[in-house]
């Protein structure tokens, strides 16, 4: 399993650093877009490209943690941040 994701994570451009409520990962971009904190479709991610399977929710990870604190309508999971980031 840890060769798995070590594949991923080299392969995609993303560290793994957490999960949603519903077990969608969130991931720090270490390629292209260095920093940025996505989540990823648990759904789809095995299937698809990982990079189509995400979404960008915040420019860094202090940005991230500063909005899921105080934004009350900041996205919990992939499905309700691809509903409200269109």
Same mark, same amino acid.
């Given at each position: 399993?840890?060769?798995?994701?070590?594949?991923?994570?080299?392969?995609?451009?993303? &560290?793994?650093?957490?999960?949603?409520?519903?077990? /969608?990962?969130? #991931?720090? @971009?270490?390629?292209?877009? &260095?920093?940025?904190?996505?989540?990823?479709?648990? /759904?789809?991610? #095995?299937? @698809?490209?990982?990079?189509?399977?995400?979404?960008?929710?915040?420019?860094?990870?202090?940005?991230?943690?500063?909005?899921?604190?105080?934004?009350?309508?900041?996205?919990?999971?992939?499905?309700?941040?691809?509903?409200?980031?269109?």
């Amino acid at each position: 399993r840890k060769i798995v994701w070590a594949f991923l994570r080299k392969k995609s451009g993303f &560290m793994f650093v957490g999960f949603c409520p519903n077990g /969608d990962p969130i #991931a720090i @971009d270490i390629g292209a877009e &260095m920093g940025s904190v996505w989540y990823m479709d648990h /759904d789809t991610m #095995a299937t @698809d490209l990982l990079r189509s399977a995400a979404i960008r929710v915040a420019d860094n990870l202090s940005q991230f943690m500063n909005r899921l604190v105080h934004e009350d309508d900041f996205p919990f999971d992939y499905y309700e941040a691809k509903e409200k980031i269109k």
